[in-house]
């Protein structure tokens, strides 16, 4: 994309006549607040507190116990796995939700290791997000397996026949980088070996087809593209193909077959619910299903369009004005490129302390990235538009060098 003459006005236009106008109208986003950090915390949509309110004062307080059969508690989860499904290509009843991400990688790393007895091999990137590598850490020595490091630009070149699993996430948190999905799954499969896929950076920004390139298991977190709220509980899905010898390590009750039977013996669920544990976190869920109605009619192929376009014009807008102040790591091919961009630069902390000063919120990665997510839902392109100009401001007038983003918090 080349920006040419692109001003404001013509930004706004970009956004009246995109598919997607007025789904920001589903989101309440405080004034004056350009918000580029939905890939670590989704806003939040406007319906999802009327239904707090709605679980607590009517659920909770008035049908206490009852409601998990009244209210359908029981089955939230379900029914946010099937709200899911669509984004990423599953089919309805296949995807669990109820454990945070890193409980949910170990419990898909093992099963997806027992589904492959006979190899002793875990292959992992190590540019990966660090709980997937710690987790798969904790994994491998609890099942005696051999964690295998593999090149990023290449993890096919890791896989032989001793490989029991590939566990990739498909776009890197820190450089929006997107792995080719049905390629490297192709790729798994052709040395026997089964492949995971972590989609916390795609899915609710970026078409996954898990039916369509035949995968395995995949994981991912709901409080980022799908807006599920701070800790939300994260989705499972294991292909239909291996759900009946799926064979996870936290066999609680809810993965019972009959878990009111109260039996001595552990007997798995059919189908996904063996995924489940312990009882249902219904607050999280009912914010998470309630969430999720904001892609109720999204076409996956107008999402994507409408990402690369704000991607787009973000870099450009970036080069445009400011030259070869940042490095952009993040790739130019639209094939490998996830819903964020990131920008390299020493004092990338401080870069993103002043903007968050002047309301245009992003985040820092350490050593030296300025992270910026473009949930396309509710990012338009007068919002690239203005953080782009709020970007010059802070280098022009060096906000970012101000003594007080010497010091680094841990949190942003
Ligand atoms: C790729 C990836 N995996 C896992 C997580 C986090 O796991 P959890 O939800 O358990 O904190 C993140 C969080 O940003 C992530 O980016």
Redesign the pocket.
């Known amino acids: 994309m080349t920006t040419g003459a692109l001003d404001r006005e013509a930004a706004l236009e970009l956004d009246a006549s995109s598919p997607l106008a007025g789904r920001r109208e589903l989101f309440d986003l405080p004034d004056r607040i350009v918000y580029l950090d939905g890939?670590?915390l989704g806003a939040v949509p406007r319906n999802v507190s009327e239904r707090m309110r709605q679980v607590v004062d009517r659920e909770w307080r008035s049908g206490l116990i009852s409601s998990w059969n009244t209210a359908d508690w029981v089955n939230l989860g379900r029914r946010a796995g099937d709200k899911i499904a669509p984004l990423i290509g599953a089919g309805p009843g296949d995807v669990h939700v109820g454990?945070?991400?890193?409980?949910?990688?170990f419990k898909t790393l093992v099963g997806g290791a027992r589904l492959r007895p006979d190899r002793r091999v875990l292959v992992l990137e190590p540019t990966?997000?660090?709980?997937?590598a710690y987790v798969a850490a904790g994994v491998a020595e609890t099942l005696g397996l051999e964690l295998r490091w593999c090149d990023p630009s290449d993890p096919a070149a890791s896989l032989d026949e001793d490989v029991a699993l590939l566990a990739l996430?498909?776009?890197?948190?820190r450089s929006g980088a997107m792995f080719d999905l049905p390629g490297l799954t192709r790729a798994a499969h052709d040395v026997g070996a089964l492949v995971q896929w972590?989609?916390?950076?795609s899915t609710g920004a970026v078409p996954v087809d898990l039916l369509g390139a035949d995968a395995d298991i995949a994981?991912?977190?709901t409080?980022?593209y799908l807006n599920g709220g701070p800790?939300s509980p994260?989705f499972a899905w294991v292909h239909p193909r291996h759900q009946s010898a799926w064979d996870q390590p936290i066999t609680g009750w809810f993965g019972h077959a009959r878990p009111f039977d109260m039996d001595r013996s552990f007997e798995p669920a059919e189908g996904i619910t063996r995924m489940a544990s312990g009882t249902p976190p219904v607050l999280a869920l009912s914010a998470l299903d309630t969430a999720l109605d904001v892609f109720d009619g999204v076409a996956m192929d107008e999402l994507r369009a409408a990402s690369l376009s704000l991607t787009d014009l973000f870099i450009a807008l970036v080069e445009d004005r400011l030259g070869d102040t940042f490095e952009v790591i993040t790739p130019r091919e639209h094939a490998r490129r996830g819903s964020q961009v990131s920008l390299r630069h020493d004092e990338a902390y401080g870069v993103v302390q002043a903007l968050i000063e002047r309301g245009v919120v992003g985040d820092f990665r350490t050593p030296d990235v300025a992270r910026f997510g473009f949930a396309p839902l509710y990012v338009r392109h007068v919002d690239v538009f203005d953080a782009v100009e709020h970007l010059v401001a802070v280098m022009q007038s060096e906000e970012h060098l101000r003594p007080a983003y010497a010091v680094r918090n841990a949190v942003t």
């Open positions: 890939n670590s454990d945070s991400t890193s409980v949910t990688l990966t997000f660090p709980t997937d996430t498909h776009v890197d948190f972590d989609l916390c950076h994981v991912g977190c409080y980022k800790g994260a």
